[in-house]
């Protein structure tokens, strides 16, 4: 079964910073997708960031970067320029890809990391 | 579109009690799923739907039931209450066929419930 860790459970950075969550990730699979989420205090799930297994190019959604690292099955989030609106849990999940459609290929959910952004 | 709803947004209940917790979304969504998020622990797949009338377990399933008669609705049940059930529930949903697990899951804004 897949596993996904995520070994900082709070991280803290300064307002302007640069800050890097980190996940790893345990699976047999070559095809599959990584998501970042963002859980503010609203509660609401928001999604970050997505990574395509079979894509070498790191994504990039405006500050949020990753790094994907296949052969050591990391996926690091890294958020330049960090604002106070970032302060939040960050949950790292993992999806297998499926060919025929996905029905059953669930969301697996890392421990998540709390991010504190000081001013 | 609404997206993802649910309801109740706060629920307390003593032990032994039932009830249902309600999840609706517009987007014509073949799959639907329940979390719990329990603090250290992430969240944790309850049950899931790839249609209507197809329900299957997840990680975490006792003590919960589900039913699917149509595309829009996935109630969670809790037949028996206990304090173990205290937690956060998310509903999600995304499309199922043909982009390979690459969608988006949509989640509704969570039901704090706590069991006394």
């Known amino acids: 079964a897949q596993t996904v860790t995520q070994s900082q459970p709070e991280m803290s950075v300064q307002e302007a910073e640069t800050v890097t969550l980190s996940c790893t990730y345990d699976?047999?699979?070559?095809?599959?997708?990584l998501f970042w989420y963002k859980q503010p205090p609203s509660r609401q799930m928001i999604l970050v960031i997505r990574q395509e297994a079979y894509k070498q190019q790191n994504a990039t959604e405006n500050r949020f970067s990753v790094n994907f690292q296949k052969a050591a099955k990391s996926f690091s989030l890294k958020i330049s320029d960090s604002q106070l609106g970032d302060a939040a849990m960050y949950f790292c999940?993992?999806?297998?890809?499926?060919?025929?459609?996905?029905?059953?290929?669930?969301?697996?959910f890392g421990t998540g990391t709390l991010l504190a952004v000081q001013p | 579109n609404a997206g993802v709803t649910q309801t109740p947004k706060f629920q307390v209940l003593k032990t032994g009690q039932s009830m249902t917790l309600q999840c609706a979304q517009d987007m014509n969504h073949e799959y639907m799923s329940w979390y719990r998020q329990d603090p250290g622990m992430g969240l944790r797949l309850i049950h899931y739907?790839?249609?209507?009338?197809?329900?299957d377990q997840g990680e975490v399933p006792n003590g919960y039931n589900v039913s699917r008669s149509t595309t829009e609705d996935f109630p969670l049940r809790l037949l028996s209450a206990a304090p173990s059930q205290t937690s956060v529930y998310f509903c999600?949903?995304?499309?199922?066929?043909?982009?390979?697990?690459?969608?988006?899951?949509?989640f509704g804004p969570g039901t704090r419930l706590t069991v006394l």
């Open positions: 999600a949903s995304r499309p199922l066929w043909g982009d390979r697990g690459r969608a988006e899951q949509f």
């Open positions: 699976t047999s699979e070559s095809d599959y997708y």
């Open positions: 999940a993992y999806r297998s890809a499926d060919s025929y459609g996905g029905a059953t290929n669930k969301l697996i």
């Open positions: 739907s790839v249609g209507a009338g197809i329900t």
